[in-house]
């Protein structure tokens, strides 16, 4: 039976949607206990810097936290940090954790974002293969790379050529492995991905397309070289993969919640079990303005659902729908990124690529603008998020004609 806001809710995953998550029930006036658990042993901190700042040394590990650590004390937040979840029991409604420790909860919030996606192939396990997820992860790069050390990057998404440009400015000797045709075949439209791969280049990092990597040598239990399907022989210092990740919805499965791809969860972040909600990049969740279901890998999603959850369970008004949307930052460029593409959707450029100022916009076939892509052009991602959330027609003629302002380019 529900003691309204005075049961205990319980938040599995302290990453950026379960700290927000955690912080917006207290603004929102829950007055029970909360209890957030998570794996590592940092409170809630900011990932998209991890591959940029972090990496470069311009930021350190205590300036990526969401909240200060005082923060949790004075709002009675509980934390339960570098702590294992074992299991969640929805019918006694406990969250059982290493050590023997159970929380039972009135509600639980599943926050366990996602898993890196690993690398089946020989010489996996050598020192000098890494991976970046975690602010540790990102320390130890940063130790690892000096000019001239040799970095091969397997995967050319987002994370993969953040980390190569990041490496690339630290003087190391960067060359990215991409087993498509492509650059960014799972995120970017194909004008955008030879866009970065120019500039990328431009900036002295090699990119092998249609690479694939077969295994790792090693020398000394150490990587010395990473082996392609093409029988090249790559020698390098370090191999960063990154090839994507997978979402970690064990604990749903065991637990018995829908799962595909992520926790199948409605528009205000529900499960099947009206106790458990889930949020972040765990889940496969409506997109509102796509009639669609995703799963999506960003800040805005954990952000949009802990909000959702926040307000139901404290009786607000749930969020406005927006626009899902992301960034990255690679260099001198900021790629910001808005809406969701469709096959057969009209490709639009505004602006000039040579000035490395512009931004792709993609329009349905009744040229209703569905994303985009905007390369060092703030206004014109701003303009693009507000006309997506509103189903705007924006004609593709007027939107290449820069003569045209933004705010005369939409006609509905």
Excluded at 25 to 31: D, E, H, N
Excluded at 102 to 108: D, G, S, T
Excluded at 147 to 158: A, F, H, I, S, W
Aim: aromatic letters at 4%.
């Amino acid at each position: 039976m529900s003691t309204g806001m005075h049961g205990p809710v319980v938040v599995v995953g302290a990453g950026h949607a379960g700290g927000t998550v955690a912080a917006l029930l207290r603004q929102y006036g829950w007055v029970g206990a909360i209890t957030l658990v998570g794996a590592e042993r940092r409170a809630p901190y900011q990932r998209p810097p991890l591959s940029k700042g972090l990496m470069l040394g311009k930021v350190a590990p205590d300036e990526l936290q969401l909240k200060p650590d005082a923060f949790y004390a004075e709002r009675q937040i509980a934390l339960r940090l570098g702590r294992e979840v074992l299991r969640i029991d929805r019918e006694s409604r406990q969250v059982h954790l290493d050590g023997g420790e159970f929380l039972p909860y009135e509600h639980l919030v599943i926050a366990t974002g996602a898993r890196l996606r690993p690398l089946p192939v020989p010489g996996a396990g050598l020192a000098g293969v890494v991976s970046l997820r975690t602010a540790d992860d990102a320390m130890r790069l940063r130790e690892a790379v000096r000019p001239g050390t040799r970095v091969v990057v397997v995967g050319g998404g987002y994370i993969g050529l953040e980390a190569a440009a990041s490496a690339r400015s630290l003087g190391a000797e960067v060359c990215v492995l991409e087993r498509e045709d492509r650059l960014m075949a799972r995120v970017a439209s194909r004008e955008l991905a030879a866009f970065v791969a120019g500039y990328a280049r431009g900036q002295g990092v090699a990119i092998e397309l249609g690479a694939s990597v077969v295994g790792f040598d090693g020398e000394a239990e150490r990587v010395r070289a990473a082996r392609l399907a093409d029988g090249r022989v790559l020698p390098c210092d370090l191999a960063l993969v990154g090839i994507g990740v997978l979402a970690e919805q064990s604990l749903a499965e065991q637990a018995g919640l829908a799962c595909e791809d992520g926790i199948v969860v409605d528009e205000e972040a529900r499960t099947g079990d009206p106790a458990v909600s889930a949020i972040g990049d765990c889940t496969r969740r409506p997109i509102a303005l796509f009639e669609r279901r995703a799963r999506l890998e960003s800040v805005h999603n954990a952000m949009e659902q802990a909000k959702q959850v926040a307000a139901r369970l404290c009786g607000k008004p749930q969020p406005p729908a927006e626009a899902p949307w992301t960034w990255s930052d690679q260099f001198d460029l900021r790629l910001q990124i808005a809406g969701l593409t469709t096959p057969g959707d009209q490709v639009v450029v505004r602006g000039d690529p040579e000035g490395r100022a512009f931004a792709i916009f993609h329009l349905s076939p009744e040229g209703v603008l569905r994303a985009v892509e905007a390369v060092n052009s703030p206004m014109d991602f701003a303009f693009a998020r507000m006309a997506i959330g509103k189903r705007m027609r924006t004609p593709g003629e007027r939107l290449r004609d820069v003569a045209i302002p933004l705010k005369e380019v939409a006609i509905a």
